[in-house]
Every structure is written in C-alpha cells, then in structure tokens.
C-alpha cells in the first residue's frame, strides 16, 4: 500500500519532526511499504513539491512497531521486502544480492555490512507517526 502524507513540520529546527502515516490497526506482521512526503531544506535546497520517502513497517503481534528505511546500508540501493522469489520473507536488495531478515538485520555472507536504519516511530490517539531516520548499531 502506498500513502501520502504531507507534512510542513517536518523542516529542520521546527516543530513536531514526526508525520503522520496511518491508523496503527493498518499494520501487521507482513511488511508494509508505506511512502509519504515531507518538506525539508537541505541548505540552499528545499523542493517545492517535498521529498519523497518510504517507510517499510510492520507491527508485532505485542503492538511493537518496526519502520525501516529501504535503503540498503551496502552501496544505497532500494531494499524491497520478498523482492527475490528464491528468499522468502526477507527483505532483498537487487543491486549486489543484499539480504536482511525480517527485523532488517542483514544475512551474513551478503554485502550490507549493517541492518537497515530505522524511524522513529510513536502512536498518538490511534496514529503512526515516523520521525526521524537513525542507524543501528549493536543488532
Ligand atoms: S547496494 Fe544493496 S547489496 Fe549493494
């Protein structure tokens, strides 16, 4: 499923830095790509129309919510969840044959040298919100 979601909060320094993606009850075990847009200036750069993003997300069956960045941490390719028919219930990136399990932790013996970054995530009145992009470390 594809959404848009607009949010102008979402530049640097200002305000709440979470948008807005859905209803939490949308979401489940099975890996969802979710994409949105949000305003942000990049120095000099601030495109008008928004930047793009997508989020993978997937809720435990305890509520615990997992978003994930689908960019692969090898070389930046777009990861793309059951993207190979032969590596089910993986996310999978084209490029160079990268792999990352479920949680987005990369498969040994593949290239990503990291699992997938990750949103931050909170839920307000029955909304998911994504904020920030951060890596992992220690996974
Ligand atoms: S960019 Fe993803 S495996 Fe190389």
């Given at each position: 499923m594809v959404r848009f979601a607009i949010d102008p909060m979402l530049k640097k320094g200002e305000g709440s830095q979470f948008v807005e993606v859905g209803?939490?009850?949308?979401?489940?075990?099975q890996p969802r790509a979710i994409t949105f847009k949000v305003h942000r200036k990049d120095g000099w750069y601030e495109p008008k129309e928004g930047e793009t993003l997508t989020a993978w997300i997937r809720k435990s069956p305890n509520g615990e919510i997992l978003a994930l960045s689908?960019?692969?941490?090898?070389?930046?390719c777009t990861v793309m969840w059951n993207g190979n028919p032969q590596f089910k219930d993986e996310y999978f990136c084209p490029c160079h044959f990268g792999r990352y399990d479920k949680d987005g932790v990369n498969i040994p013996?593949?290239?990503?040298?990291a699992p997938l970054d990750t949103y931050e995530t909170k839920v307000e009145n029955g909304k998911l919100y994504l904020g920030k992009i951060k890596p992992r470390s220690g996974v």
């Open positions: 209803d939490v009850n949308e979401f489940n075990e689908p960019i692969c941490k090898h070389l930046g013996g593949t290239p990503p040298p």
